[in-house]
C-alpha cells in the first residue's frame, strides 16, 4: 500500500496564496489518480481537485477551478496544491488521496478511495 503525508497548511489572510504538498512513499502505482479533498467543520468531504500521475489529466471542484492548480513532481512522488486568491470560506482541514486506475468518471466521490493522508489544517482569515 502507498503511504500519503500532507504538509503545507497554516493560517493565511483572505486573497493570500498557500502550497500544499502530498508526498507519496511505499507500494506507489503510476496509473493512479492522486486528489485533493476538504472537509470544513460540519461538512462532508468536498472534492477539490485530481491529477492522474502518469496521464496527466486534471479536474477541479466547481468552487476552486478558477483559483486552485494541482501538478506533481516525478522525481519527489509528490503532489502539490497551489491555492491563490483565497477566500475565509477555503478554510478545512485539506486531504490527500489515491484511487487506482485511470477512469475518471468517480474520482469526485470520496467513497472511491484507496488510501487517504493524515490531512493537513488550512485557515483562511479575513
Known amino acids: 500500500q502507498v503511504q500519503l503525508v500532507e504538509s503545507g497548511g497554516g493560517l493565511v489572510q483572505a486573497g493570500g496564496s498557500l502550497r500544499l504538498s502530498c508526498a507519496a512513499s511505499?507500494?506507489?502505482?503510476?496509473?493512479?489518480?492522486m486528489s485533493w479533498f476538504r472537509q470544513a467543520p460540519g461538512k462532508d468531504y468536498e472534492f477539490v481537485a485530481a491529477?492522474?500521475?502518469?496521464?496527466?489529466?486534471?479536474e477541479f471542484g466547481n468552487s476552486v477551478k478558477d483559483r486552485f492548480t494541482i501538478s506533481r513532481d516525478f522525481a519527489k512522488t509528490t503532489v502539490y496544491l497551489q491555492m491563490s486568491s483565497l477566500k475565509v470560506e477555503d478554510t478545512a482541514v485539506y486531504y490527500c488521496?489515491?484511487?487506482?486506475?485511470?477512469?475518471?468518471?468517480?474520482?469526485?466521490?470520496?467513497?472511491?478511495?484507496?488510501?487517504w493522508g493524515q490531512g493537513t489544517q488550512v485557515t483562511v482569515s479575513s
Open positions: 511505499g507500494r506507489f502505482f503510476s496509473n493512479s489518480f
Open positions: 488521496a489515491t484511487k487506482s486506475g485511470s477512469t475518471n468518471n468517480d474520482i469526485k466521490d470520496f467513497s472511491r478511495y484507496d488510501f
Open positions: 491529477i492522474h500521475w502518469i496521464l496527466g489529466e486534471t
